[in-house]
């Protein structure tokens, strides 16, 4: 059996972050997957720059054999609606990313032992740790596996039933070049297209040559038809191919505000989507889910040993105090629907709130310094 300190389930950015930071701690640190890496991963993949700054991140070295696309603005629009550009930075404002070559990237760079194509079927807990599967044996057990994480069930998580989880289709492909000649999506500018209803949005992302295209809702209800009839409205307008024949894999993650995960108890804690950390108004989730890795790693260090629920507890006031009370509702979850659809439509008409809260609050959250940890 493998006996280790930390024990992480997930290798995606809030895991493989995690391992990073403990990189030097003097602890042994080791991450499973049920994927081999490199792996796809379903996600729109934009990084911002406060991400790369809390890294530590080489552009020029993370840009050599990957995709790397610089966006200086967004394209935001009420679907049907008066489509509003965003001031053209001269710095950007985010970064295109695949997470096929992101995930690897960093989980390569944490120089963590990392094991491969091993599922969590089994957990138990003894009065020391967590045994996992007969073959694992860890003081700390950490889940880091997105919304269905394993880890997070043990701790009475129960996905697909109570929980209000946003759900999502997207595919990302490598367009012909006859089909990147005709696409008339500006690689340097994301589009956005918020739902009439305002449950959700759509995207269409470029990066090159790659094309990334999906929608997500907080109402599970008839994704597929949203799904088709956003795709039929971007190719009477020539932003994706007629000919695009595509799958679209679906996925689902839990808004900060509206998740009541358990994060912490005696031995285990969760980071990331596991968690349920995902920004409310845009359901981004890697910004969110390595600050939590961070600052996890920070509670850990200081732990020294003692991974009680009580020790532990310091790090759910520490999400607290970067993301807010999770009680906390917004103004437009007070109000009627009708109310909030009628208001949101001219709202995102108008250039000053695009600029100033869809992009710079709600998707890049500039107003938020990097995350510093000690």
């Given at each position: 059996m493998i006996d280790c300190d930390v024990l992480i389930v997930g290798g995606g950015p809030s895991g493989s972050s995690l391992a990073w930071a403990l990189r030097d701690s003097g602890l042994d640190v080791q991450l499973l997957d049920k994927h081999v890496f490199p792996r796809d991963k379903v996600c729109a993949g934009w990084i911002t720059p406060e991400v790369v700054s809390t890294l530590r991140l080489n552009l020029a070295d993370y840009a050599v054999g990957r995709t790397l696309q610089p966006f200086h603005g967004f394209r935001v629009s009420r679907l049907g609606g008066r489509e509003v550009h965003t001031k053209d930075s001269a710095t950007p404002v985010s970064f295109g990313i695949r997470r096929c070559e992101f995930d690897y990237y960093l989980l390569q760079r944490s120089d963590v032992t990392y094991h491969e194509c091993v599922s969590v079927k089994q957990l138990v807990r003894d009065d020391s740790g967590y045994v996992i599967g007969k073959r694992f044996h860890t003081r700390l057990l950490v889940g880091a596996g997105g919304h269905f994480c394993p880890v997070?069930?043990?701790?009475?998580?129960?996905?697909?039933?109570?929980?209000?989880?946003?759900?999502?289709?997207?595919?990302?492909?490598?367009?012909?070049?006859?089909?990147?000649?005709?696409?008339?999506?500006?690689?340097?500018?994301?589009?956005?297209?918020?739902?009439?209803?305002?449950?959700?949005?759509?995207?269409?992302?470029?990066?090159?040559?790659?094309?990334?295209?999906?929608?997500?809702?907080?109402?599970?209800?008839?994704?597929?038809?949203?799904?088709?009839?956003?795709?039929?409205?971007?190719?009477?307008?020539?932003?994706?191919?007629?000919?695009?024949?595509?799958?679209?894999?679906?996925?689902?993650?839990?808004?900060?505000?509206?998740?009541?995960?358990?994060?912490?108890?005696?031995?285990?804690?969760?980071?990331?989507?596991?968690?349920?950390?995902?920004?409310?108004?845009?359901g981004e989730g890697i910004r969110p889910g390595i600050e939590s890795a961070l600052l996890a790693a920070q509670i850990i260090r200081r732990c020294q040993g003692d991974y009680s629920s009580a020790a532990l507890s310091r790090y759910e006031h520490r999400l607290e105090e970067r993301l807010g009370r999770r009680s906390q509702k917004s103004v437009s979850e007070r109000l009627p629907g009708w109310i909030t659809a009628f208001v949101g439509s001219k709202l995102l008409s108008t250039r000053w709130f695009v600029q100033n809260i869809v992009l710079n609050r709600w998707f890049l959250h500039a107003h938020q310094p990097p995350l510093t940890v000690e």
């Open positions: 997070a069930r043990s701790l009475g998580a129960k996905p697909g039933g109570e929980e209000t989880a946003v759900v999502a289709q997207e595919t990302e492909f490598l367009m012909s070049p006859a089909q990147a000649a005709a696409c008339k999506v500006d690689a340097r500018f994301p589009e956005l297209f918020f739902c009439e209803d305002l449950a959700g949005y759509g995207w269409v992302v470029r990066k090159g040559d790659y094309l990334n295209v999906g929608l997500g809702r907080e109402d599970k209800h008839h994704l597929a038809e949203h799904m088709q009839s956003f795709c039929e409205f971007l190719k009477a307008r020539g932003k994706v191919p007629y000919d695009m024949g595509r799958k679209f894999p679906g996925h689902a993650y839990l808004l900060y505000p509206h998740a009541t995960r358990r994060v912490v108890d005696d031995h285990v804690l969760l980071i990331g989507d596991a968690a349920g950390l995902a920004y409310p108004q845009s």
